[in-house]
């Protein structure tokens, strides 16, 4: 393989090196475990990479905690994630997603950013975050900043809502209300136990009152669709339900929504049939 690569250190020089490549076709590059395999596939002399490793911006590589929510530099990689231990309290979701995803190899080098940006349907962490209804931070080569709910983020497989002079800066998620208690969680299906692509998987993050009745529910599903998809029919159906008398029956009535969200393909890995019916299943399985 044979590319440019520009190490940008500050974020002025990055900005400034996206500026000047609009005329070029260049891409950047985080922990590149996705980035290396697309360029190995089809190779392109042209390509110069805007390799993010040596940023030294604590907008992008750290996790900062606000008054109303956390912020998630792009650049953390999934074992900063694991590693931090307010989130793992907060958003078990999140933990499980980015414990769950590759192998420690690969979780060392894999950043949110490039989980995000590849916008693949089965991408772990990304699933996750949109259970929780994150907010995507992004950032233009002239300086400003926007902000938008992480369900415009995905467009398509593989197409974000990133012009080519924008660069996703950080993810931001809004704190659990005090005193709830938090059903959360993330379940993966693969066809083999490690470093597996889902073949389904489900992202849930609910809050109940002390009396244990819903007040919040975050459900997103992955690699049932082109994009990974938040369950809003679902997620309205739990409300004011009271999360442990929740029966077989209404654990069938919210399955049966979830699967409303499901348009699956069958490919190489599972049929259409096989991926809705895991999905059901486990869908219910969340409330056994
Ligand atoms: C062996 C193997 C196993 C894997 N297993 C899993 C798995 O179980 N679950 C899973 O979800 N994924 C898995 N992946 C895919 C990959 O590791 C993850 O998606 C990872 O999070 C990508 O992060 P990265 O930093 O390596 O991205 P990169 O490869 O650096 O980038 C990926 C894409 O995002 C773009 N990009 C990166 N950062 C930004 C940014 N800040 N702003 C704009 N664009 C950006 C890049 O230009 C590129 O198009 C696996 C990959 C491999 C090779």
């Given at each position: 393989m044979n590319f440019n690569v520009i190490s940008p250190e500050t974020t002025d020089e990055l900005l400034e090196v996206i500026s000047e490549n609009q005329g070029n076709k260049f891409r950047f590059g985080?922990?590149?475990?996705?980035?290396?395999?697309?360029?190995?596939?089809?190779?392109?002399?042209?390509?110069t990479v805007v390799n993010?490793?040596?940023?030294?911006?604590?907008?992008?590589?750290?996790?900062?905690?606000?008054?109303?929510?956390?912020?998630?530099?792009?650049?953390?990689?999934?074992?900063?994630?694991?590693?931090?231990?307010?989130?793992?309290?907060?958003?078990?979701?999140?933990?499980?997603?980015?414990?769950?995803?590759?192998?420690?190899?690969?979780?060392?080098?894999?950043?949110?950013?490039?989980?995000?940006?590849?916008a693949s349907p089965a991408a772990d962490i990304a699933c996750?975050?949109?259970?929780?209804?994150?907010?995507?931070?992004?950032?233009?080569?002239?300086?400003?900043?926007?902000?938008?709910?992480?369900?415009?983020?995905?467009?398509?497989?593989?197409?974000?809502?990133?012009?080519?002079?924008?660069?996703?800066?950080?993810?931001?998620i809004a704190l659990n209300s005090e005193n709830e208690k938090i059903y959360s969680g993330f379940i993966k299906i693969g066809t083999r136990r490690s470093m597996e692509i889902a073949v389904v998987s489900l992202a849930f993050h609910i809050q109940a009152d002390e009396d244990d009745k819903i007040t919040h529910a975050g459900i997103a599903v992955g690699s049932v669709a082109p994009t990974i998809k938040f369950a809003n029919s679902a997620c309205e159906y739990l409300i004011g339900k009271n999360y442990s008398a929740i029966g077989s029956s209404a654990s069938e009535e919210f399955a049966?929504?979830?699967?409303?969200?499901?348009?699956?393909?069958?490919?190489?890995?599972?049929?259409?049939?096989?991926?809705?019916?895991?999905?059901y299943n486990i869908s219910k399985s969340i409330f056994e």
């Open positions: 985080a922990g590149c475990s996705d980035l290396l395999l697309e360029l190995k596939k089809q190779p392109d002399e042209d390509m993010l490793a040596r940023l030294n911006d604590d907008r992008f590589t750290s996790i900062e905690k606000t008054d109303d929510g956390i912020r998630i530099g792009a650049l953390v990689t999934a074992n900063g994630i694991t590693f931090d231990k307010e989130l793992q309290r907060q958003f078990p979701v999140l933990y499980e997603s980015a414990n769950k995803l590759g192998s420690r190899q690969i979780r060392q080098v894999a950043t949110i950013g490039g989980n995000l940006c590849t996750a975050l949109v259970a929780l209804e994150a907010r995507c931070e992004i950032l233009s080569a002239g300086g400003t900043a926007r902000v938008i709910p992480i369900n415009d983020f995905f467009i398509d497989v593989r197409k974000t809502d990133l012009r080519k002079d924008e660069i996703l800066r950080s993810v931001f049966a929504k979830v699967l409303e969200y499901a348009s699956p393909i069958s490919d190489i890995r599972a049929s259409a049939w096989y991926r809705e019916e895991v999905l």
